[in-house]
Each structure stands twice: as structure tokens, then as C-alpha cells.
């Protein structure tokens, strides 16, 4: 038969010309809870990366652009993740309705692009990394890492400030106590201590 993907004649369980399966099973259940497990595992999985960036942030990060990049998560996919689980927590307890009030800006530029914002943290978190890596591309520059290495470093702190925010806002939603306001504090001491971390350790 002919294998899909490289147009040649096959006649064994994989390609030869590029090791692909020749046939792959369905998606069912099993796939599914497989691919959850591969995610949550504790050994390069995103609860092993978590105790690692909250633990060592600069040392890991290091690690990851210079020796081994299977240890941890992918940066993108961590920020996203992360993103993803404040945004479910902060939609399920309806917390940022009270600190967020657009009102006056419902049809303005810039409140449109704070809509997006709440809606995209994944996302504004990326783009406001690629602006925070060109600055510290900028006044880092001494330490010969370039703009994409910055990104990724950025990536992984973001990420956990994400998830600091996360923690606070489930602790604001059982308790009832407004604990957002102190999220900032600690993320942002987070994020620049990471910085420091990965720069000056």
C-alpha cells in the first residue's frame, strides 16, 4: 500500500523513509485519559515543572535552554495551560466581574482590547512577554542571551504567576475574603524574582 504521508510504497508497520505508523488506532477513551496522564506527569509533566520553577526558576530555565529540554513542559503550552486553569477558576466563582469595570470603554479601542485581554490570558500573557523580552533583551544584554531565550525564561514565569493568581482567586472564591488584590503583589514579586533568578544565580 501507499503510506499517506510520504507517498511511497510500504509494506511493514511503519514507513521506512520517516518511522511514521503506517495505520494509527482511533481516538477513544483511553487515548484521551492517556494524553491527560501525559500531561499531569509528575516526572516531566506539569506538576514536575511547577515544583521546579517555584523551587529553582533560574537554574531550571537554564537548564532547559542549554542541556535538556525534556525535563520540563514546553513553555507555550505551560503558559497557555496555566492561563487556562485561572481562567476556569475566576469564570466558575465570577470573581473578576468585581475588579474589572468597563464602563465608558464599552465601545472604545482600548475597551475592546481589555475584552480580549480577560478573554486571551494565554495569549496577552505571550504578548506581553515579547515586549518585556525586548526590554530585557536590552539591559540584559551582557549575559549573551538572545530574544527568543528571553521569551521562553518569560514563559515559564509568566506561567506561575498565572498560577498564583489561580490559587488566590480559588481562596477568594471559598473564603469570600478579596485576595486578587494581594495576587498582584505576590505574582509580580514572583516574576521578578524568576527574572533576577535566571540572570543572577
Not at 494524553?35 to 537554574?59: A, C, K, N, S, W
Not at 504578548?127 to 518585556?132: D, K
Not at 471559598?174 to 540572570?199: D, E
Request: a positive charge; glycine letters at 8%.
Amino acid at each position: 500500500m501507499n503510506f499517506k504521508n510520504c507517498s511511497i510504497e510500504v509494506n511493514s508497520s511503519f514507513c521506512p523513509n520517516c518511522g511514521h505508523p503506517t495505520s494509527i488506532k482511533r481516538i477513544d477513551g483511553h487515548y484521551i485519559i492517556h494524553e491527560i496522564e501525559h500531561v499531569l506527569h509528575f516526572e516531566r509533566g506539569i506538576l514536575y515543572t511547577i515544583r521546579e520553577l517555584v523551587t529553582r526558576p533560574g537554574q531550571n530555565i537554564r537548564n532547559y535552554l542549554l542541556e535538556n529540554r525534556s525535563r520540563l513542559v514546553k513553555p507555550i503550552i505551560f503558559i497557555i495551560v496555566t492561563s487556562l486553569i485561572y481562567t476556569l477558576i475566576i469564570r466558575f466563582f465570577r470573581i473578576e466581574d468585581e475588579y474589572i469595570n468597563f464602563e465608558g470603554l464599552d465601545k472604545s479601542a482600548i475597551g475592546k482590547i481589555l475584552k480580549w485581554i480577560q478573554a486571551n490570558y494565554g495569549y496577552a500573557s505571550i504578548l506581553t512577554g515579547i515586549f518585556i523580552a525586548i526590554w530585557l533583551k536590552v539591559f540584559f544584554k551582557k549575559y549573551g542571551y538572545n530574544f527568543f531565550e528571553m521569551l521562553v525564561m518569560l514563559c515559564f514565569a509568566q506561567g506561575i504567576s498565572m498560577l498564583i493568581f489561580a490559587v488566590f482567586a480559588l481562596g477568594e472564591g471559598i473564603l469570600h475574603f478579596k485576595l486578587l488584590n494581594a495576587a498582584g503583589i505576590v505574582g509580580m514579586i514572583y516574576l521578578v524574582w524568576s527574572i533576577g533568578n535566571f540572570f543572577l544565580s
